[in-house]
């Protein structure tokens, strides 16, 4: 099995290309060894010192460390990567839980801004999506309040050094013109 990295614009985060799918349905965040407990593959990662977080996509693995040198850390990470993949287990232990369904509940929105959303959310799932997934992130809509529409960055896109800029240049740019009445772009 050859597994292919990638830099991230984020510097403590690398992308990993196992070379087949990582997770059906919606990408996942850890941010912690408790958060990944319900993943074999997440949870052998924070096995690793100096891992502080996992996000599953598609295909890809990115992997966010502390302040430790990739070079000490990256061997092992393809290593529990590859020992993962051969063993079989599932990426998610659990198949019953869906985030889609908890994040869908926490979404706030007025109900007249309704058609507005629903535009913001194909933008996103069209355009934004696929370019963040390429860096190893995602973006999640979360809520639309008086012009400003709050996203919940993951993955190599949480701590990113250029989040700020993807968010304000990026994404607030292309939302304020093709959706009337938004105004502004908020991280949450």
């Given amino acids: 099995m050859f597994i292919q990295t990638e830099a991230t614009p984020n510097p403590a985060t690398l992308k990993f290309l196992p070379g087949r799918d990582v997770l059906s349905g919606e990408p996942r965040d850890f941010r912690s060894p408790a958060d990944a407990a319900i993943s074999p593959l997440a949870t052998g990662l924070f096995g690793i010192s100096g891992v502080t977080g996992v996000f599953l996509g598609s295909d890809f693995i990115s992997v966010t460390k502390d302040e430790t040198n990739w070079a000490h850390i990256k061997p092992a990470i393809l290593g529990v ?3 993962h993949f051969l063993s079989g287990k599932p990426v998610i232990a659990d198949a019953g ?7 869908a509940s ?15 959310k ?3 799932a069209t355009r934004i999506r696929p ?5 190893g992130g995602d973006i999640t809509f979360k809520g639309f309040r008086e012009g400003t529409v709050f996203l919940h960055m993951q993955g190599a896109c949480s701590g990113c050094p250029s989040s ?5 240049s990026g994404i607030e740019n292309l939302l304020r013109h093709f959706v009337p009445g938004v105004e502004a772009v908020q991280q949450i």
């Fill in 81 to 83: 990567i590859m020992d």
């Fill in 97 to 103: 839980m869906t985030p889609a369904a908890s994040e």
């Fill in 106 to 120: 926490e979404e706030f929105f007025e109900e007249e801004d309704k058609e507005v959303v629903e535009v913001i």
């Fill in 122 to 124: 194909e933008l996103l």
């Fill in 131 to 135: 370019a963040v997934a390429m860096d």
């Fill in 164 to 168: 700020t800029a993807t968010l304000k």
